[in-house]
């Protein structure tokens, strides 16, 4: 299957080269948009018009929509530009401790990639591939104690690439399987439950707080980690061990019976079950703080 997956990739991605230079283009937005926002704090409306803005032209123009026959264009429209800001802002929330995002985000992309693969969407795997290189990379100078870091300008484009690979790639392929099970439109979710879970229970903290969920603050769940007295390694480890859990249970999700893909569900509510007992154990010392914030 991987030889004949791959023989098709210089055509494929000559056929979609348009999309992906639209890709690029939205990268390279959102990259100045964090930029500035690292440099001087734009605020979150601002930064959410923007984010929108760079993913309408894949969504309109190239129809990276998510379930379009069964809520038609404009529902399909609307669904794909809030996942696009979910992921993008899930990433960015991410982002608070080193090698966090790197390496969360790399899991997430080879994952995600592999599906792309199985399902002869060559142009989303290429671009996964080279997500998941670069944050392999980068991730040798962003582990605790980190000497880079991603900040904004880089957050933001790994959330945007995750946000379109996982709209673009259907999850269905009539060449690769006729029964492709209607349940691997999940696979997303799964792959992606661990930023998804961070920036819920992000949301959820500010608003009992009667906060704003878009204004900083260190109630991210790796700080939360850190205060029930792990060190910034061993938080960044469990969450890092989840991620692939998560990960390796979604990626099945094509291959799998009605009951296995049951399995997987059972799974992913334990692992972030497990998450939230960890944080609901009595605060002990404060650990030492790590320079990056995510949001």
Known sequence: MGAEALGGV???????APELLALLAGALV????????????LGPL????????????????????????WLGPYGSVVLSLL????????????DGLDGLLASAGAICALFLG?????????????????????????LCFNLPPATIYLGDGGSLVVGYLLAWASVRITYY??????????????????????????????????LRRHQS???ADRQHFSHRLMRRGMSERKALLVIVACTLATGMGGVTLIH?????????????VVVLAVLALLESAPDAAPAASPEADGD
Do not use: M
Not at 10 to 16: E, F, I, N, S, V
Not at 183 to 206: E, H, N, W
Not at 258 to 268: E, F, H, K, S
């Open 173 to 206: 392929d009539q060449g690769f399987r006729l029964d492709t099970p209607w349940y691997a439109v999940f696979t997303p979710l799964v792959v992606l439950a661990i930023p998804l879970y961070d920036l819920t229970s992000v949301v959820i903290l500010r």
């Open 256 to 268: 799998l019976e009605a009951w296995q893909a049951l399995l997987v569900a059972g799974q992913t």
């Open 83 to 94: 996942w696009f800001l979910t992921v993008i802002n899930a990433c960015n929330f991410l």
């Open 213 to 215: 969920p878009l204004l």
């Open 30 to 41: 959102l990259h100045v948009l964090g930029l500035l926002d690292d440099r001087r704090d």
């Open 46 to 69: 601002p930064k959410l018009a923007v984010q929108a803005a760079a993913a309408l032209p894949l969504v309109v123009l190239f129809d990276a929509r998510l379930l379009p026959q």
């Open 114 to 138: 592999l599906t792309a693969l199985a399902t002869h969407q060559q142009p989303a795997a290429a671009v996964l591939a080279l997500l998941a290189g670069a944050l392999l990379g980068f």
């Open 10 to 16: 210089p055509a494929a991605l000559a056929a979609g």
